[in-house]
């Protein structure tokens, strides 16, 4: 059997955990680091945590299990995460979790396709995405994908089975499953390019934009900073 | 009287690229740091106990109080190593100022993290960011790699002698890693479950040392709390919640946005601001501060919208998530979406909030879907009091609020639900023997 976690990723371990002042710190990144590698968390991922880290596969898989983000079962080329929550449920997000699961047929954290294969989808409801201004909301691989409908949600997994990959409404261009793993880990073999991309809805800039149309402004800050306060002698 | 917006965390969103660190060198970045590091640390602690900035995160503590509570000294707990850690799990449902500030301004955050960690004395800072929020990360990170180059971060920081590195954590989709302590312990590396307090992770954070626990809108503050002092700051909001804050309205209005105004704007203000309910449906009820602050309805439109306006007329300013709802929507179907969301979420460690949870969702699951008794009304709010209080974090008594205000305010429509089920029992699937 050859070991999936090759010299690359044990280099990449190891610059992970050198970044914290103790090494179990590591163990959330190198969890997003196998899922990278082999697209879920396998008991041989789970190993290699627990190798890297000194510490049992029991006390690693006791993490893994606890974590949303962490699959247990092979994933798609993209897992597709409809907000499922209130906000985003009332104003559609139920319905367009109900028509992808339809169309798809598959449940939650279930995969259409075979798992890694060009155009596989992993289906999951999620909790709320923090992005309620544009609800609802949807994140392929976890980029955002704003203010969806029924008939956007089905278009963008139509066009993401037949291979291709729209540009999300704010973050970077698409991608895969396994690439942004990397990048959750701490590994950002291209981030000059994937920093950039639309970060900013019109809802996002709402009220600066109306402060700046009304002519509205924060009160104006002295000319120089002001001096610090003094500090009360100490006994 | 300031303006009714105050653009200050977010004055820089409108700008080019204004993620990038030219923009924001040109917008005055990074002078507040050269200013800060002009200080004794305890005069920047004293400037932001003066200035009444208060936690943003949710609990609303006075930060300068909670940066004070550090032990300092050569000898004893002040010998420890110290570290900052910035709350990014933004997930309280209908929060979403975090992420947006962290897309368009992650220096103003990192700018907040070096003289934070300058104040406190930290040397390590780790901003755990929720991992659902990737584009935030990618600007966070690119953030740090800039600062470093600049000189901002890592050693003898512009010839200062101090020293200080940021690591960018990403978290793994757990809710309950918004709760500070649990927090401290994903980033250990560990399942997030919240510890008891006392020990505070002042004395006993971080690795057991001590450590401020921030969250991103409070430290994103603190650069222009130093560039234009604690009057300055107080020239906005009340006398105990001063400053201004990121209001997110979020639901049925023409024009949800992120709304920067000074604490103490009403919904009525910001529903004006927002353009009005959506196709003027009115409005039937709403969240001050994200679903585990208690209900208010269209009787708390002038209810002032600070720390102590919003405690005062029964809720919680919380995260300032106003999630606003029209007539059209169901009071127990919301609830029980919400407590859906807390049973996934409950860490499972205590047993009120873990059992409690599960037992409350099915009794809101069984009574939209038509099988409710009016005794269901009072089962829950018993369970409610059962929890209340009786768990080790906030999950659980921010997972009693949406139920105990709805039945506060919206008895009658749980009960006209249950009145409208069919009298006889409905046979449970598969009973026969």
Same mark, same amino acid.
């Given at each position: 059997?050859?070991?999936?976690?090759?010299?690359?990723?044990?280099?990449?371990?190891?610059?992970?955990?050198?970044?914290?002042?103790?090494?179990?710190?590591?163990?959330?990144?190198?969890?997003?680091?196998?899922?990278?590698?082999?697209?879920?968390?396998?008991?041989?991922?789970?190993?290699?945590?627990?190798?890297?880290?000194?510490?049992?596969?029991?006390?690693?898989?006791?993490?893994?299990?606890?974590?949303?983000?962490?699959?247990?079962?092979?994933?798609?080329?993209?897992?597709?995460?409809?907000?499922?929550?209130?906000?985003?449920?009332?104003?559609?997000?139920?319905?367009?979790?109900?028509?992808?699961?339809?169309?798809?047929?598959?449940?939650?954290?279930?995969?259409?396709?075979?798992?890694?294969?060009?155009?596989?989808?992993?289906?999951?409801?999620?909790?709320?995405?923090?992005?309620?201004?544009?609800?609802?909301?949807?994140?392929?691989?976890?980029?955002?994908?704003?203010?969806?409908?029924?008939?956007?949600?089905?278009?963008?997994?139509?066009?993401?089975?037949?291979?291709?990959?729209?540009?999300?409404?704010?973050? $970077?261009?698409?991608?895969?499953?396994?690439?942004?793993?990397?990048?959750?880990?701490?590994?950002?073999?291209?981030?000059?390019?994937?920093?950039?991309?639309?970060?900013?809805?019109?809802?996002?800039?709402?009220?600066?934009?109306?402060?700046?149309?009304?002519?509205?402004?924060?009160?104006?800050?002295?000319?120089?900073?002001?001096?610090?306060?003094?500090?009360?002698?100490?006994? | 009287?300031?303006?009714?917006?105050?653009?200050?965390?977010?004055?820089?969103?409108?700008?080019?690229?204004?993620?990038?660190?030219?923009?924001?060198?040109?917008?005055?970045?990074?002078?507040?740091?050269?200013?800060?590091?002009?200080?004794?640390?305890?005069?920047?602690?004293?400037?932001?106990?003066?200035?009444?900035?208060?936690?943003?995160?949710?609990?609303?503590?006075?930060?300068?109080?909670?940066?004070?509570?550090?032990?300092?000294? $050569?000898?004893?707990?002040? $010998?420890?190593?110290?570290?900052?850690?910035?709350?990014?799990?933004?997930?309280?449902?209908?929060?979403?100022?975090?992420?947006?500030?962290?897309?368009?301004?992650?220096?103003?955050?990192?700018?907040?993290?070096?003289?934070?960690?300058? $104040?406190?004395?930290?040397?390590?800072?780790?901003?755990?960011?929720?991992?659902?929020?990737?584009?935030?990360?990618?600007?966070?990170?690119?953030?740090?790699?800039?600062?470093?180059?600049?000189?901002?971060?890592?050693?003898?920081?512009?010839?200062?002698?101090?020293?200080?590195?940021?690591?960018?954590?990403?978290?793994?989709?757990?809710?309950?890693?918004?709760?500070?302590?649990?927090?401290?312990?994903?980033?250990?590396?560990?399942?997030?479950?919240?510890?008891?307090?006392?020990?505070?992770?002042?004395?006993?954070?971080?690795?057991?040392?001590?450590?401020?626990?921030?969250?991103?809108?409070?430290?994103?503050?603190?650069?222009?709390?130093?560039?234009?002092?604690?009057?300055?700051?107080?020239?906005?909001?009340?006398?105990?919640?001063?400053?201004?804050?990121?209001?997110?309205?979020?639901?049925?209005?023409?024009?949800?946005?992120?709304?920067?105004?000074?604490?103490?704007?009403?919904?009525?203000?910001?529903?004006?601001?927002?353009?009005?309910?959506?196709?003027?449906?009115?409005?039937?009820?709403?969240?001050?501060?994200?679903?585990?602050?208690?209900?208010?309805?269209?009787?708390?439109?002038?209810?002032?919208?600070?720390?102590?306006?919003?405690?005062?007329?029964?809720?919680?300013?919380?995260?300032?998530?106003?999630?606003?709802?029209?007539?059209?929507?169901?009071?127990?179907?919301?609830?029980?979406?919400?407590?859906?969301?807390?049973?996934?979420?409950?860490?499972?460690?205590?047993?009120?909030?873990?059992?409690?949870?599960?037992?409350?969702?099915?009794?809101?699951?069984?009574?939209?879907?038509?099988?409710?008794?009016?005794?269901?009304?009072?089962?829950?709010?018993?369970?409610?009091?059962?929890?209340?209080?009786?768990?080790?974090?906030?999950?659980?008594?921010?997972?009693?609020?949406?139920?105990?205000?709805?039945?506060?305010?919206?008895?009658?429509?749980?009960?006209?639900?249950?009145?409208?089920?069919?009298?006889?029992?409905?046979?449970?699937?598969?009973?026969?023997?």
């Amino acid at each position: 059997m050859t070991d999936v976690f090759d010299d690359l990723t044990r280099q990449r371990s190891k610059e992970i955990i050198a970044q914290y002042p103790q090494s179990r710190s590591a163990l959330l990144p190198l969890l997003h680091l196998v899922q990278s590698v082999e697209g879920f968390v396998s008991q041989g991922g789970i190993r290699f945590c627990a190798d890297e880290l000194e510490l049992t596969t029991a006390e690693v898989s006791a993490v893994a299990t606890f974590y949303t983000m962490y699959k247990r079962t092979p994933c798609g080329e993209h897992i597709v995460s409809v907000c499922t929550n209130t906000l985003c449920a009332v104003l559609g997000g139920d319905d367009i979790y109900k028509r992808l699961s339809d169309k798809l047929g598959v449940g939650h954290e279930e995969t259409a396709g075979e798992p890694g294969t060009t155009g596989s989808i992993t289906l999951e409801h999620a909790e709320c995405l923090a992005a309620c201004d544009l609800a609802p909301v949807l994140q392929v691989n976890y980029e955002f994908y704003d203010n969806q409908s029924v008939e956007s949600a089905e278009t963008l997994v139509d066009a993401l089975q037949r291979g291709e990959k729209p540009h999300p409404t704010r973050g $970077a261009p698409l991608t895969d499953f396994k690439t942004v793993e990397l990048e959750l880990a701490g590994i950002f073999p291209d981030l000059e390019h994937s920093v950039e991309g639309p970060s900013t809805a019109p809802e996002t800039m709402r009220g600066a934009a109306l402060a700046s149309d009304r002519g509205w402004l924060a009160p104006a800050m002295p000319d120089s900073a002001p001096a610090f306060p003094e500090l009360p002698e100490k006994k | 009287m300031p303006d009714q917006l105050t653009p200050v965390l977010t004055r820089r969103w409108q700008s080019p690229r204004s993620w990038s660190i030219g923009t924001y060198e040109e917008l005055e970045g990074y002078q507040a740091l050269r200013h800060a590091l002009t200080a004794q640390p305890d005069q920047l602690i004293q400037l932001v106990k003066d200035s009444g900035l208060r936690g943003r995160g949710g609990a609303g503590f006075p930060t300068g109080m909670k940066w004070g509570f550090i032990p300092q000294g $050569a000898t004893g707990p002040g $010998a420890k190593p110290k570290y900052l850690v910035i709350n990014a799990d933004e997930g309280e449902p209908g929060t979403c100022k975090d992420i947006p500030t962290m897309m368009a301004d992650p220096h103003s955050l990192i700018e907040g993290c070096i003289i934070t960690s300058f $104040a406190i004395r930290a040397n390590f800072c780790a901003i755990y960011i929720r991992g659902e929020a990737l584009h935030p990360i990618r600007r966070v990170r690119n953030a740090v790699n800039e600062a470093y180059a600049k000189g901002y971060l890592g050693t003898d920081i512009l010839g200062s002698g101090f020293d200080l590195d940021i690591v960018v954590h990403a978290g793994a989709g757990a809710y309950i890693c918004g709760e500070e302590t649990a927090l401290l312990d994903s980033l250990e590396g560990r399942r997030g479950q919240p510890r008891l307090k006392p020990p505070f992770p002042a004395t006993s954070g971080l690795y057991a040392s001590p450590t401020v626990v921030n969250n991103v809108e409070t430290i994103a503050s603190v650069p222009a709390i130093v560039l234009g002092g604690s009057d300055w700051f107080r020239e906005m909001g009340s006398e105990k919640s001063p400053g201004p804050k990121i209001y997110s309205v979020s639901g049925h209005v023409e024009k949800p946005g992120q709304y920067e105004a000074p604490l103490g704007i009403t919904l009525r203000q910001l529903l004006e601001l927002a353009g009005g309910m959506k196709g003027g449906v009115p409005l039937k009820f709403w969240t001050p501060g994200g679903s585990s602050t208690p209900l208010f309805t269209a009787e708390h439109l002038d209810v002032p919208l600070d720390f102590e306006g919003a405690a005062a007329a029964g809720s919680m300013l919380g995260t300032t998530a106003v999630q606003v709802f029209n007539e059209t929507v169901s009071v127990p179907w919301a609830v029980m979406k919400w407590t859906e969301f807390y049973k996934h979420e409950s860490c499972g460690k205590c047993t009120p909030c873990r059992e409690g949870t599960y037992w409350l969702a099915q009794i809101l699951e069984r009574m939209v879907h038509g099988e409710g008794t009016p005794e269901d009304v009072e089962t829950m709010l018993d369970i409610c009091d059962n929890i209340l209080g009786r768990a080790f974090c906030a999950l659980g008594d921010g997972a009693t609020s949406p139920i105990t205000s709805a039945i506060k305010y919206f008895r009658q429509e749980f009960l006209d639900l249950c009145a409208a089920q069919p009298a006889a029992p409905v046979e449970p699937a598969g009973a026969m023997a």
